[in-house]
């Protein structure tokens, strides 16, 4: 059977970093809060010359560089983000564009958080349905446009920067030892919607509009939530969290991340955490995280990976892989 295959993967952050320190000089805040709350010691924080596109497209070259193949090879373009360079094109097309490529197609996926998770299985279905042999699928954000800078509840969470896998079709067995996809599992609820949201928009208030959030309300459905559509993937898969390697999660909160994985019985040191160095960076969260465990060689060829994340809507899901 075809399986979807990651070949390459690379990352991109903006020049300018964000410590605690630096957020008390102009919110009432302090490191030992933010920590204690959210485990973010710093982030990264766009310049005026940095944009979706331009992180994009730098996490893309990495990525591409890593696979050793070029824009030439890629059928199609997939960008998760919620901070778009324009309501439309498709950011994705600017990307296309930047990279040199006038060939195959190139979209948006929208699902806040949760973007990169829904894009990498929907990756996945074009593979394995024959559509694209090869798939440039991103990750990237810059929140702190979005961001209420007089919220000192929200705007010490976000970060931005991107994140890109190379995807490719490979042969697989179809069983749980192929490289690649195994398992997805996604959902939303929009009846959630009010406690994590932008309060704008074209067709509602014809602004861009800054995230609001209920943080207690998020925080109360988030651990039952992303439980639910891990272990729908692990028994899809027939696996659990002792076969795990690496559980790779959403960035989002600190004590989120260990509620999750302790509730899973997931073992402490298979968690990957990020989120200290990088704070919230929505749908570049996860390749980011995936990046850095890569990079620093926790993260080994035929290791078993779960993804998750969840975001606004509310939306959520989780990803099985073998690296």
């Not at 931005?160 to 490289?179: F, K, S």
Request: proline share 2%; charged share 25%; net charge negative.
């Amino acid at each position: 059977m075809i399986r979807t295959v990651v070949r390459g993967i690379g990352k991109a952050l903006p020049r300018n970093k964000v410590t605690n320190a630096d957020l008390e000089k102009i919110v009432e805040t302090s490191d030992e809060w933010i920590v204690q709350r959210t485990g973010i010691k710093q982030r990264y924080i766009a310049e005026a010359d940095e944009t979706t596109a331009s992180l994009g497209e730098a996490a893309a070259r990495a990525a591409l560089d890593n696979a050793g193949l070029t824009s030439a090879d890629i059928d199609l373009i997939i960008l998760a983000t919620s901070t778009p360079n324009n309501t439309f094109p498709a950011t994705a097309v600017e990307i296309q564009q930047r990279l040199g490529m006038t060939h195959g197609f190139a979209f948006d996926l929208q699902a806040v958080c949760s973007g990169f998770v829904y894009a990498i299985n929907t990756a996945d279905l074009y593979i394995r349905g024959g559509q694209a042999k090869r798939v440039l699928l991103i990750g990237a954000e810059t929140f702190s446009r979005i961001i209420d800078w007089e919220d000192r509840t929200t705007c010490v969470l976000f970060g931005d920067g991107a994140g890109a896998l190379v995807l490719e079709a490979q042969e697989g067995e179809g069983t749980i030892a192929d490289r690649g996809i195994i398992a997805a599992s996604l959902r939303s609820d929009g009846s959630h919607k009010e406690k994590l949201y932008v309060d704008g928009g074209p067709s509602s208030t014809q602004t861009v509009g800054k995230l609001r959030m209920e943080g207690r309300e998020v925080f109360k459905h988030a651990v039952g939530m992303i439980t639910d559509v891990v272990e729908n993937a692990f028994a899809q898969a027939g696996v659990t969290g002792d076969d795990l390697d690496w559980f790779v999660p959403h960035q989002a909160n600190r004590r989120i991340i260990d509620a999750s994985a302790k509730k899973m019985e997931i073992a402490p040191e298979k968690v990957v955490i990020t989120v200290d160095q990088h704070g919230n960076t929505s749908a570049a969260s996860v390749p980011l995280a995936l990046s850095v465990a890569v990079e620093d060689g926790r993260i080994k060829p035929g290791d078993l990976v779960m993804l998750e994340a969840m975001g606004g809507g509310f939306t959520w899901g989780a990803v099985l892989l073998r690296w």
